[in-house]
């Protein structure tokens, strides 16, 4: 089965989890990368922004052909309780082109994120294979769950 890791990191905390992901599955990856800023609290403000009103930002273009792969890895942090707007991007873009899919979630509450994984399920038109969620504070992993 050929896999494909897609993941948008702000801090770096998401992308240290997805190549993990990655090389437990041997799997290639996919950095999505946004043409507006995210860097620093100028960048943070910015996410909220997107984020609070419901908006995708603009993703630099990729060569990966998602259609290629048999099951895509999405891994994003979660944003004001919903999918983070680059991912949100990523989802719309290539909703055609996923078949399976599994989900890992990085949010900073103490509280299940499934909601989101359901919103993603919505955007790509089908149903996780696994979602697994991590609490993270501060670059620390103090949670992880996983189920469908």
């Excluded at 993990?20 to 922004?49: H, S």
């Excluded at 994120?113 to 992993?141: E, F, S, Y």
Aim: hydrophobic share 40%; net charge neutral.
């Amino acid at each position: 089965m050929k896999t494909l890791v897609v993941y948008y990191s702000r801090k770096g905390y998401t992308e240290d989890l997805a190549l993990a992901r990655a090389r437990e599955e041997n799997a290639d990856f996919l950095a999505l990368e946004t043409i507006e800023n995210t860097a620093g609290y100028e960048g943070f403000l910015n996410c909220m922004k997107f984020c609070l009103a419901g908006k995708s930002m603009t993703l630099f273009p990729y060569e990966t052909d998602v259609s290629a792969y048999d099951k895509v890895i999405l891994c994003t942090p979660v944003w004001c309780g919903d999918v983070s707007a680059p991912m949100k991007a990523f989802l719309r873009k290539e909703r055609h082109h996923i078949r399976n899919a599994e989900y890992i979630l990085v949010h900073f509450m103490p509280a299940s994120v499934v909601a989101v994984a359901d919103k993603m399920d919505q955007i790509l038109r089908l149903k996780r294979d696994k979602l697994t969620q991590v609490h993270c504070v501060c670059g620390h992993m103090l949670k992880e769950e996983t189920g469908a």
